[in-house]
């Protein structure tokens, strides 16, 4: 029986041992297949410059390259404009997506957003230290600790491709004096918001409680106290890597705002609003529309879907008749993680607990044709987040046809949500009781008067916020670094 359990015990072992070699010797194998091919991007590089004396190689700082959202759009959108209007331009991408070869990268672009990659004028640097900058290894202080995350993983791509023109395009502030000081690249980047602002400070100050303001911190009044003082000198750091920028783009006329006051510099800050899919969003009928209203938002926390809900359920509570209209709210949007899954779960309890499970309806990670297909149909277009900096959901609504209820703030209420040749292109709340109001007036106005609000948003926003748009203004902006 002993000679047995040793036996088993050594073959546990030997199992757990070969297990574990066999783990480092891959790991080991995509370790050096991802130098080689780092290797390989720059005798490429050297091979281009031979041939090519004025070849401008521009690096984009995109750790998440493969992630297929609005910043995704923002990168392959800016990478085609300036080589459509630069043929000596080379582009380098710089992405952690160790898990994608360049060829499904590349046919993801294609299938999520219709751009085309020129594989012979664009590679890949592929980064093996992106945990660094993870979230979810920082619970605490990690504004912070992700920022200096950022420097490991900015060396390493520094160290893989230096690049004669870096440009961050995911808010990684952090990295931007390292390829100007120590690469000698000329520098700047594409803002979609500021890693702090002054409207984040002011929530602390004032022990406002929200998802980035934990209850416990706003209630004591030594936690808020440290809380401020680190989000002061958060800022100051913020400003001073900032500076290194010689060109800025921000994505908002809320996001500039707060780069101007944190960053200084004014003349070298440009807003550039983000490519949105207007052009086949306006291709939509705008006539025979439900009684439907429609959400388009990652489950997210400050997306704040629990506001949506309640407004439904106070808007069916002031309104008794609308509940035989069959009115139903469809809240649309990606369930990327077991904290989103989680999410939805309790916004299911929410509902059922408010009475309004027949009336809400979630649609969770469709494809872009279901997606255009509720916005073809809502005749409200629902939006909740507080200080969105863009809010090309908005935009979407806007364009389908679907009259928007965006949150009275940020982006939506400075740049989207706006008269167009006086004409109103939808409206502004900020509570349950204002939303309720706004969705019930939407429903009673006259067919007239709703296709005319439709008119107008759809034209509102058809050129302004489309891709050809960014592209010309991007590439405008971006020419002194070229």
């Not at 509902?351 to 009336?359: D, Q």
């Not at 204002?434 to 067919?447: C, E, F, K, M, N």
Request: some cysteine; proline content about 3%; aromatic content about 10%.
């Amino acid at each position: 029986m002993a000679v047995t359990c040793v036996l088993w015990w050594l073959a546990v072992c030997g199992g757990a041992v070969c297990g574990v070699g066999l783990a480092a010797v891959c790991l080991l194998a995509v370790v050096a297949r991802r130098r080689a091919h780092a290797h390989a991007v720059s005798l490429q590089l050297a091979k281009l410059r031979a041939t090519q004396p004025d070849l401008t190689v521009v690096g984009f700082f995109h750790p998440y390259c493969n992630a297929g959202g609005g910043g995704e759009r923002v990168l392959w959108a800016a990478i085609n404009a300036l080589q459509e209007r630069h043929p000596h331009v080379h582009c380098i991408v710089y992405t952690g997506d160790i898990d994608a070869t360049e060829e499904a990268i590349v046919a993801q672009v294609k299938q999520r957003f219709g751009q085309v990659v020129d594989r012979k004028r664009t590679s890949f640097a592929f980064l093996q230290t992106r945990e660094w900058v993870e979230a979810k290894y920082y619970p605490s202080f990690t504004m912070l600790r992700q920022s200096l995350g950022s420097l490991v993983l900015g060396w390493e791509a520094l160290c893989s491709v230096q690049p004669d023109v870096f440009l961050d395009t995911m808010g990684y502030a952090f990295v931007l004096p390292m390829f100007r000081f120590l690469g000698g690249s000329k520098v700047g980047c594409y803002v979609h918001y500021p890693t702090v602002s002054t409207d984040m400070l002011r929530r602390v100050q004032t022990r406002e409680a929200s998802f980035n303001n934990a209850g416990d911190v706003s209630a004591s009044t030594w936690k808020t106290s440290l809380k401020v003082f680190y989000y002061r000198a958060f800022a100051l750091c913020y400003g001073l890597v900032g500076r290194a920028a010689t060109v800025v783009l921000v994505n908002s006329s809320w996001t500039s705002g707060h780069i101007k006051e944190l960053w200084g510099g004014v003349a070298r800050i440009h807003t550039v609003f983000p490519p949105c899919d207007t052009t086949s969003l306006a291709e939509l009928p705008l006539a025979d529309r439900n009684n439907e209203i429609v959400s388009v938002a990652q489950f997210r926390p400050e997306k704040d879907h629990a506001l949506q809900l309640k407004a439904i359920h106070r808007l069916l509570s002031d309104r008794g008749d609308l509940k035989e209209t069959k009115l139903k709210l469809f809240l649309v949007g990606g369930c990327r993680n077991a904290g989103d899954e989680e999410r939805v779960k309790e916004l299911r309890a929410l509902a059922s607990k408010l009475n309004i499970e027949e009336s809400v309806e979630f649609c969770l990670n469709v494809s872009y044709a279901e997606l255009q297909r509720r916005l073809r149909l809502a005749k409200v277009g629902l939006h909740t987040m507080r200080d969105e900096h863009f809010g090309i959901g908005v935009v979407e609504f806007l364009a389908a046809g679907a009259v928007p209820v965006a949150h009275d703030s940020a982006g939506p209420k400075k740049d989207i949500v706006v008269p167009f040749r006086g004409q109103d292109t939808g409206f502004l709340a900020t509570d349950e009781e204002s939303y309720a109001a706004a969705i019930a007036r939407i429903l009673d106005l006259p067919g007239s008067q709703y296709h005319a609000m439709q008119v107008a948003g759809r034209e509102s926003v058809r050129d302004r916020f489309s891709e050809e748009s960014f592209k010309q203004q991007f590439a405008e902006k971006v020419a002194s670094l070229i």
